[in-house]
């Protein structure tokens, strides 16, 4: 008897190991020419892995505080052994984790996974992706450099145009009426207690659900395999799937090292609050399509402050994507076709107005 | 009908007390307002006579509350023009220009006076103006030479800090060229017409416009205000010390203020000019047509080759600040934190500038031990770019070996995976 067999019969004995990994190897993923879109939550999970192991690295050098944090990084960066491929790791990871996150969004709801019974994985999804853009916004500040102190400012000046709750939540966000040392502290908290805290659970509920109510297949193959049993195609999801999982990984792994040693994440210049605004600045790219239209939207439309009004409508927007799955038929054979065109709508836009957000000066 | 009557009556009470209020509150505040009617002519009158309403309150003197009494005299109460502007209420009419210092000295030399609207204003103005070209030339019989009103305006008049006053830093060079560069009206003084537009070309105007440095020299700077003269040949350089202190040292100690002494040459000046001078170079060192060295030298003399060295000694290290800035450039390029070098860089620059400033001891032990100085941190900030550069060559080549490693780990997985479903 092997070691490790050893190893599996101890833990069975004790925890019933076998009875925990059962529905794990009877769970299957269905095989069609578009299954290759189910990894992108495996990868974009696997990046999240990688924020945890390369966020706790780098909490071991990072010092929040105004006066500490710009040199702590730039500490991490000069003199700790692999500190700048961490922190690059980190950044790009995050970068990249926020773009699987969103290519998945819109792969289920291209793929109308979002159907009935998976109305609530939907919707802890979408809670995922707007905590991710938290986790994007909180830990854009913590080297406390220029850009990240004005994109900031402009940020929570945003949140801030919200009526009635505004003005309190920015000062909640800011610690104060300003960005200052108050802020970065409090940013670090949400950054590394707060969001992993509550993004932990909603990925275990994710997976959960994900779990118990299986994989779904696009409506149309999903009325060919009821009609036609013998012409449903699955993989075993272990060890087959997650083997092709891990290629992914691997993959995504390769691309970030890449990217963090031909292009390290730069580190600026430190945050001073007393010298004028750079010349347009800009939020980072998973927040410039609102930054975009607000940009836009005129001071005042008929006798609403323009600001507000988009700010509203974006929260208007961001509740009804939530709410998506519950304007669908659960038929199969019913599904909305305006939905997917709506979802085709929003990429487009969303995409176009990054682009034109980056080339506009 | 009677019973609406009753219940309108305390309103009517209301607004008759509050009728009653207003009115008494606008005597009370129209009490002790002096009536001023020169305006109420005048500012229907065409120019020279005419001056608005709109343009007299700019007038720091009348935001002062002073009048047009206050000068010209008169009684300004009067509506009879012929009352308010009769020689027994005081009328002094146009005021001569001869006697326009004197006017205005006679509250602006009055520390007492004075001190009531703003403590710190000089009153030293009029002794000044008498020791000026302008003010002695005025008492000559001169009355083309400029008076008080000629730089500072009249019936509009701004403090000098307001960026629209005509003595503003900004606006000085301007005020003096409307007589300084006009050939015609200056004909009869045989002095040249040329300096505003040299200054135009200087790096003090562009400074001083361009920048916004509001410290920069302009006219009065060097040549005084109120006391407008030329420097003086001997002086030159006290005026340009002002600002340049660390250069007027050096030249203090060097061998040419005795020889521009002895020579009567206008020190600073012989080198960089005056009026057009402009940002110096090292080719000012040069045998070239930039070069100054070589007007008073002789090709192949001791100083010549003095001059030679120094030139070598800047250019060396100009040259090693410059290949420390290319390979930190490539460096930050490359995504290399390379900030405390590029920070250290500034240093090395300050050596350079310290450097420059030393030629004007003509020493060349005084200039080597900046130029050493700067070359030493030159060369740790390129040790720095270079180590950067062998570092972004270790990690690309780490990530050579990565990519291989999760190739070879990618193919394993995939021939795995093939042979577990064949």
Redesign the interface.
């Known amino acids: 008897m092997s070691p490790l067999r050893d190893v599996r019969n101890w833990l069975d004995q004790r925890l019933g190991w076998q009875d925990l990994i059962a529905p794990l190897r009877k769970k299957t993923v269905p095989l069609h020419r578009l299954s290759y879109w189910y990894f992108l939550g495996g990868i974009t999970l696997f990046l999240f892995g990688i924020q945890v192991v390369t966020g706790i690295l780098l909490l071991l050098y990072y010092r929040p505080g105004a006066s500490e944090a710009f040199e702590s990084v730039q500490y991490i960066m000069t003199q700790v052994q692999f500190g700048w491929l961490i922190r690059s790791i980190h950044s790009w990871s995050a970068n990249l984790m926020i773009f699987t996150a969103f290519a998945h969004m819109f792969s289920v709801l291209f793929l109308k996974a979002y159907r009935k019974p998976r109305e609530l994985t939907w919707v802890s999804g979408v809670i995922l992706l707007f905590l991710v853009m938290g986790f994007g916004f909180s830990g854009y500040l913590l080297p406390w450099n220029t850009l990240a102190f004005f994109a900031t400012k402009v940020g929570t000046e945003i949140t801030g145009q919200v009526p009635i709750v505004g003005k309190p939540m920015m000062i909640f966000l800011r610690g104060g009426e300003e960005v200052t040392g108050a802020t970065l502290s409090r940013f670090f908290g949400f950054h590394v207690a707060v969001l992993p805290g509550v993004a932990t659970l909603l990925i275990l509920l994710h997976l959960l659900l994900v779990q118990r109510l299986g994989i779904s297949v696009p409506p149309k193959l999903e009325r060919q395999w009821t009609a036609n049993p013998s012409a449903k195609r699955e993989m075993k999801f272990f060890p087959n799937f997650m083997l092709r999982e891990m290629m992914a990984w691997y993959v995504a792994l390769g691309v970030l090292g890449a990217l963090a040693a031909v292009f390290p994440w730069n580190l600026g210049v430190k945050a001073d609050p007393f010298v004028p605004a750079p010349a347009g600045i800009k939020p980072e790219w998973y927040f410039l399509f609102m930054f975009q239209t607000l940009k836009l939207i005129p001071s005042k439309v008929w006798f609403i402050d323009g600001d507000v009004l988009g700010v509203l409508a974006f929260g208007l927007l961001g509740l009804l994507w939530l709410l998506l799955p519950f304007f669908e038929s659960d038929q199969p054979s019913r599904t909305k076709g305006w939905i997917t065109r709506l979802g085709v709508f929003a990429l487009a836009y969303m995409a176009g107005m990054s682009v034109y957000g980056y080339l506009a000066k | 009908m009677a019973i609406l009557r009753n219940k309108l009556r305390p309103f009517s009470i209301a607004c008759f007390v509050g009728l009653a209020g207003f009115v008494a509150l606008a005597a009370c505040l129209g009490y002790g307002q002096t009536k001023d009617t020169c305006l109420d002519c005048h500012s229907a009158l065409p120019d020279p006579l005419g001056v608005s309403q709109e343009k007299f309150s700019q007038d720091i003197h009348a935001q002062m509350g002073l009048t047009c009494a206050s000068c010209h005299g008169g009684d300004p109460t009067s509506d009879d023009p012929d009352k308010a502007m009769s020689r027994k209420a005081g009328w002094k009419g146009k005021i001569d220009r001869k006697r326009i210092p004197e006017l205005c000295g006679s509250c602006h030399s009055d520390p007492a006076y004075i001190r009531r609207f703003n403590p710190s204003l000089r009153t030293d103005q009029l002794g000044q103006y008498h020791t000026s070209v302008h003010g002695k030339r005025l008492v000559a019989g001169d009355t083309k030479v400029a008076v008080c009103t000629d730089c500072h305006s009249v019936h509009d008049l701004r403090a000098p800090s307001d960026p629209r006053s005509t003595v503003n830093p900004v606006n000085v060079a301007n005020t003096c060229a409307r007589c300084h560069a006009d050939a015609s009206y200056m004909k009869e003084y045989s002095i040249p017409t040329d300096q505003f537009a040299k200054y135009s070309t200087s790096v003090h105007h562009q400074a001083l416009t361009v920048r916004g440095d509001l410290s920069a020299p302009t006219c009065t700077t060097c040549h005084g205000n109120h006391g407008a003269a030329p420097p003086g040949v001997d002086r030159v350089e006290n005026v340009c010390s002002n600002c340049h202190t660390f250069q007027a040292q050096m030249y203090e100690k060097s061998s040419h203020k005795e020889a521009f002494q002895s020579a009567s040459l206008p020190g600073c000046v012989v080198c960089h000019s005056n009026h057009a001078i402009v940002h110096p170079t090292d080719a000012k060192l040069g045998a070239g047509p930039e070069g100054v060295c070589m007007r008073c030298h002789t090709p192949g003399d001791s100083c010549d080759q003095a001059r030679v060295a120094l030139l070598i000694s800047l250019g060396r290290l100009d040259e090693a600040i410059k290949s420390a800035d290319q390979v930190l450039h490539v460096a930050e390029s490359s ?3 390379v ?2 070098a590029r920070l250290g860089q500034d240093q090395a620059r300050d050596s350079l500038t310290k450097a420059r400033v030393t030629i004007h001891s003509f020493r060349q032990d005084l200039v080597d031990q900046d130029i050493q100085a700067g070359l030493k941190i030159a060369a740790q900030n390129l040790r720095a770019g270079k180590a950067a550069m062998v570092e972004r060559n270790h ?2 080549l ?2 050579g070996i ?2 291989i490693a ?2 070879i ?2 193919a394993g ?2 021939l ?2 093939k042979k ?2 064949s």
Do not use: A, K, T
Request: aromatic content about 10%; hydrophobic content about 50%; proline content about 0%.
């Open positions: 995504g290399m934190e900030s405390e990690r690309r780490g990530l990565s990519l999760v190739g780990v990618l997985l995939w795995y995976i577990i479903e």
